[in-house]
């Protein structure tokens, strides 16, 4: 009768054990120096060794010529303790035996000394289940146990064991088994069986796993099962329900360009196929979690948008286990997308799915949106601003506003510097400011200049460059009441911060434009250039041409003066 692998390559000895070391080198040592516990609680994800070991140290405290607390395998007892009919060591599912009934029987037989090897072990797997009463039961013999009796709890669940019977045991607490140990055992059983089976395939079958060496056995048992000869990446998936890593970037790019309907095809295309959806959820949350991770670690460029991809694995991780749960998982997921495509991803994300974020790409706040601005056009539009012609191509000094200042040019002067600091901008220079941008909030009720700061904090913080920062805000109203007060917001700022910054303050629409225009640049790979820029600073005050003064107003003004002399300015 054929044997499933798991079972033929289960580990006899401790040296066959992978990624357990440390609790190994512990249990190798108590038999060795006969520091032997009456109790032991081994608890930890399932397929990492539990019972396995569990029956190797019965069998290694058991044997009479164990050398470094490594069983023979030769002696009596050790032939005695891998039979199926020994009698002193017993296991116990608790799953099924999990009675005070039960438990009371144990107690009664305990105290009979063991009738082949030196000591009697019991083996409870799944000990969490066990009812109140049995552990009740079972705590007086854990407590005072006879001096030949040993017992092995095992459990994934440590949370459910009263901390009465944890107390009185030597906990061990199983990892994980890690990737590597777990390729070298499914290549050492490959090399055995003489199988045919790309690296890929056992790459794909650990992650699949999850840290479960007996899971990962049993699917390269499935897969050797499904297709003799060469085992691919695609036997795999067929068998797993994973999609091709092609099929889950038509997913992605579908979902960040808001093509709903390519989506809601794609998933009923791959359901009809037999695909596990929630199987594709984990392969989508995987693929963002490295592509993010490359991104952060080793400054790979980032293929979607940062910030929504952060947003896509959180909500995913959320609803993960709803998903999980759910009547129609597939409807779930669909619904899912739709929102998360509806409420997080505009319609002028199409044109970010495909573009890398290069390193010194500006981190930026708002989604984007259409209606790009022509650079040519800009910049005749710019020269515009005043009658004399440009004499430089560089940044010039901030916008400072009076009363008198045409809005309509100080906010396409204000465009124009916001184009040339997302040519410069980076990503350090914006970290620099959000580490900073808490301090504002510490000024917020200041009698003097508390109103500038909330000036500064209703903005958005868009992009940065050496020597300046963009602030976007929602109506152009805002930027006319902001104007007059730009050079002492831009004086406070740095103070607050410590840093030397200038102020560019433009609308949101402006801003999503420029940066639409940004990115169609980079996706045809043209240059974002600077511009020209027009220094458009007032006039002082004292060499602005004065208005007629009719002779009713000159009379108040001359009195006024005549009264308080200079001390007070007329306005």
């Known amino acids: 009768m054929y044997q499933a692998l798991y079972r033929k390559y289960r580990p006899k000895k401790f040296e066959d054990v992978y990624g357990q070391n440390v609790i190994v080198q512990t249990l190798k040592n108590t038999i060795k120096y006969q520091h032997i516990n009456h109790a032991y609680l081994f608890s930890g994800p399932r397929g990492t060794g539990k019972t396995t070991i569990a029956k190797i140290f019965a069998c290694a405290v058991n044997c009479l010529n164990a050398i470094d607390g490594e069983a023979c395998g030769e002696c009596e007892n050790c032939k005695n303790s891998f039979s199926k009919e020994c009698i002193d060591i017993i296991e116990i599912d608790a799953a099924s035996n999990n009675g005070v009934d039960e438990i009371r029987e144990l107690k009664s037989k305990v105290n009979i000394v063991p009738s082949e090897l030196k000591y009697k072990i019991y083996i409870i797997d799944e000990v969490h289940m066990l009812s109140i009463g049995a552990f009740n039961a079972l705590l007086k013999t854990l407590e005072e146990p006879p001096e030949h009796a040993i017992f092995i709890l095992a459990t994934t669940d440590p949370q459910k064991v009263p901390v009465t019977i944890v107390s009185r045991c030597q906990c061990y607490q199983f990892k994980r088994i890690d990737d590597n140990s777990m390729l070298d055992r499914l290549s050492d059983i490959v090399k055995k069986e003489k199988l045919e089976v790309e690296e890929d395939v056992l790459k794909q079958i650990v992650a699949a796993a999850d840290g479960g060496l007996r899971d990962a056995v049993g699917l390269l048992d499935q897969v050797t099962s499904y297709k003799t000869g060469l085992i691919t990446s695609q036997d795999f998936n067929e068998i797993y329900g994973n999609v091709m890593e092609s099929d889950l970037d038509q997913l992605l790019s579908s979902i960040f360009t808001n093509d709903a309907s390519h989506v809601m095809q794609w998933i009923e295309e791959k359901c009809q196929e037999g695909k596990n959806i929630i199987q594709i959820v984990k392969q989508l949350m995987q693929k963002i979690k490295n592509q993010l991770c490359a991104f952060y670690v080793e400054n790979k460029a980032l293929e979607y948008d940062e910030e929504i991809c952060i947003q896509l694995m959180n909500k995913l991780n959320e609803q993960l286990f709803d998903m999980k749960k759910a009547e129609d998982a597939k409807t779930y997921v669909e619904i899912f997308l739709l929102n998360f495509m509806h409420n997080v991803i505009k319609k002028d994300t199409q044109q970010l799915s495909s573009i890398p974020v290069e390193q010194k790409t500006p981190i930026v706040e708002s989604p984007m949106q259409e209606n790009n ?158 511009i020209e820029e027009v220094e458009f600073v007032m006039p002082p005050k004292e060499n602005a041409p004065q208005e007629e003064i009719s002779s009713t107003e000159r009379t108040k003004e001359e009195e006024t003066l005549s009264l308080f002399g200079d001390i007070v300015e007329i306005q």
């Open 373 to 530: 601005r022509d650079v040519k056009q800009q910049k005749e539009e710019s020269q515009k601003l005043q009658e004399t012609p440009i004499k430089k191509q560089e940044v010039v000094s901030p916008v400072h506003s009076s009363p008198t200042t045409d809005n309509t040019q100080l906010i396409q002067s204000m465009i124009t510097q916001a184009h040339n600091v997302l040519a410069t901008a980076s990503k350090s220079e914006l970290l620099t400011i959000k580490e900073c941008w808490n301090k504002l909030s510490d000024f917020t009720f200041d009698n003097h200049i508390g109103y500038i700061v909330c000036y500064l904090m209703d903005g958005k913080l868009c992009a940065a460059n050496e020597e300046k920062l963009i602030l976007s805000y929602e109506y152009t109203s805002m930027l006319e009441k902001i104007f007059p007060s730009l050079e002492q917001m831009t004086e406070n700022f740095n103070k607050i911060t410590s840093l030397q910054k200038k102020i560019v303050i433009i609308t949101d629409e402006e801003w999503k434009k420029l940066k639409t225009e940004f990115i169609t640049c980079k996706q045809k790979g043209i240059p974002f250039e600077t």
